[in-house]
């Protein structure tokens, strides 16, 4: 089966806020901020990535970068909030677009490092670790970011 991975509009957020819900990714009722409203100014936030996979044009899954500026790093950090892939499918492969692609914009809003809270029961802890991400501190991964080569004058 083959996987598109793209960023979101506006018009996704209904179906991946209720991947979200259906996996438990989202906050009951009782949060201080709408999840699904965050959700939408997310998708219109230069300093957030949310990312969608999909197989024949059904979505399967998706995945949240927000940025914090960070002077210990020199650049921006990011924080990789929200992994969820639908069951049925094949998770692992979905999972790792999404990373691929968290890791992409990551780099190309400037950051030094992306983070992830994770336990060693996470899904897809493999295919996290497989991308670099290895334990700075209790429960967080981090992955250092290459930066780029700017291009001789």
């Known amino acids: 089966m083959e996987y598109l991975v793209r960023q979101a509009r506006i018009t996704d957020v209904d179906r991946f806020y209720a991947l979200c819900a259906e996996k438990g990714a989202v906050p009951d009722g009782d949060s201080p901020m709408d999840a699904i409203g965050l959700l939408r100014q997310l998708v219109y936030l230069p300093n957030a990535s949310v990312v969608l996979v999909e197989a024949n044009r059904q979505l399967i899954g998706g995945a949240v970068l927000g940025l914090r500026p960070?002077?210990?790093?020199?650049?921006?950090?990011?924080?990789?909030?929200?992994?969820?892939?639908?069951?049925?499918?094949?998770?692992?492969?979905?999972?790792?677009?999404?990373?691929?692609?968290?890791?992409?914009?990551?780099?190309?809003?400037?950051?030094?490092?992306?983070?992830?809270?994770?336990?060693?029961?996470?899904?897809?802890?493999?295919?996290?670790?497989?991308?670099?991400?290895?334990?700075?501190a209790s429960n967080t991964y981090r992955a250092s970011i290459a930066a780029r080569t700017r291009p001789g004058r």
């Open 70 to 136: 960070s002077v210990r790093t020199g650049g921006f950090v990011g924080t990789i909030d929200v992994l969820v892939v639908a069951d049925g499918y094949d998770g692992e492969k979905a999972a790792d677009l999404l990373i691929e692609e968290m890791l992409l914009s990551a780099r190309r809003k400037g950051c030094t490092a992306v983070e992830v809270m994770l336990l060693p029961d996470t899904d897809y802890f493999p295919s996290w670790q497989a991308h670099g991400f290895a334990r700075s």
